[in-house]
């Protein structure tokens, strides 16, 4: 049988291989290999495309969070309320622009529980800023944060690197913080071929100085006024997103979504259940997660025998990596046993947008011939 993996890049080469050696072939003729038009281009095709007035091409969708924090005001020291169930990367920029992450619980949705978060800021007065995570492709409930934002002031980073183009009751993701962050890393829904990330902003010199930051901070030819960073997005992979993949991005997305659809409609199984949705998302579906009741790595093994590929998001939560560990308690606001419950029983089911229906009946298949 195919194998059917969580992610399908030979699939993808065979379909526009010819496009994205088109668009190296313009580059290399352009003799511009950095900073040139392609990342110009495909910054202001981003921005438009997401609805929001700029964006700045960089290296990583960790550098991205990074400048963003650094944009917004982060000082060394202070704290950054976050999730603890989010790729590693979140909390490790947050150390890197010299913030000390701090965790809250997630809810049902595996999303950081907004009302937690907003008992966690009222009792400590020192946290000011935030980094939601638009885990999964979902959006968090945007009304919620943007109260959250003027009931204490915050200073917010959205990672929307799982979450390009989600949107909470018509609300983009990324349009309520006041920097953006996503990522371009292959597997992402606007995945490069490399990595690649991006900050979005409605400031305009907030994106004056993401510019500077991801360029050594100079703000003129050999002049310095920050210690930046050598992050910049090479033309190649600009190219290649702006003029070959992020016209498909509305494609890829809707067929997401109709594999989610089919997904809650077949998988029928007393130990498996589907993870909820935050109330109003329209999802961009990531990742299609699932909650197994009992014995997570027999449902993988199982699905492995029939040549399907599975995933955890994640494993193990931020606090309890051991750079963390130490400081697991002085860093957690809040108890944190919703997050562990999605640690210890989540599994991820393809759902990259080269999946035929038949492939993905035969993983709902699979899922419910499962015997626990
Ligand atoms: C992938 C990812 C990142 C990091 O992006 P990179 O481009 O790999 O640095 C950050 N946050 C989340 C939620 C991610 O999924």
Request: charged share 20%; aromatic share 6%; proline share 6%.
């Amino acid at each position: 049988m195919k194998p059917l993996g969580l992610n399908d890049f030979h699939t993808r080469w065979s379909r526009y291989g010819d496009r994205v050696l088109a668009a190296v072939d313009r580059v290399g003729q352009s003799g511009r290999l950095i900073l040139g038009s392609e990342v110009s281009r495909f910054e202001s095709e981003l921005a438009q495309w997401w609805g929001l007035p700029s964006c700045v091409g960089c290296a990583s969708g960790l550098d991205a969070l990074e400048i963003g924090l650094r944009c917004a005001g982060l000082q060394p020291g202070d704290k950054v309320l976050t999730t603890p169930l989010s790729a590693f990367a979140t909390a490790l920029a947050v150390t890197r622009a010299g913030g000390v992450p701090v965790f809250a619980d997630v809810d049902a949705s595996g999303q950081l529980d907004l009302e937690l978060a907003e008992s966690a800021l009222a009792d400590h007065s020192n946290v000011r800023f935030l980094v939601p995570v638009h885990l999964y492709g979902h959006a968090l409930d945007l009304e919620r944060l943007r109260a959250l934002r003027e009931r204490f002031s915050l200073r917010i980073v959205e990672d929307c690197a799982q979450a390009i183009g989600a949107r909470s009751r018509g609300v983009v993701v990324g349009s309520v913080g006041d920097f953006a962050a996503t990522s371009f890393y292959p597997t992402k829904n606007l995945g490069a071929f490399g990595d690649g990330g991006a900050v979005l902003t409605g400031s305009e010199p907030g994106a004056e100085l993401a510019r500077q930051l991801r360029d050594y901070g100079q703000s003129g030819k050999f002049e310095h006024a920050h210690l930046g960073l050598n992050s910049r997005l090479d033309e190649l992979q600009a190219a290649i997103l702006g003029r070959v993949l992020l016209p498909e991005l509305a494609g890829f997305t809707r067929r997401r979504a109709e594999i989610a659809q089919r997904y809650r409609a077949g998988i029928q199984h007393p130990m498996l259940s589907l993870v909820p949705p935050p109330a109003g998302s329209q999802s961009v579906w990531h990742l299609y997660p699932i909650l197994v009741a009992g014995d997570r790595a027999s449902l993988q093994r199982h699905l492995e025998r029939a040549d399907i590929a599975t995933g955890v998001h994640y494993p193990t939560l931020i606090p309890d990596q051991p750079v963390f560990r130490d400081r697991a308690l002085e860093l957690s606001l809040t108890p944190l046993p919703r997050a562990r419950l999605f640690a210890e029983c989540e599994v991820s089911l393809p759902i990259h947008p080269f999946l035929s229906d038949e492939d993905v009946d035969r993983v709902v298949e699979a899922c419910n011939g499962w015997s626990a």
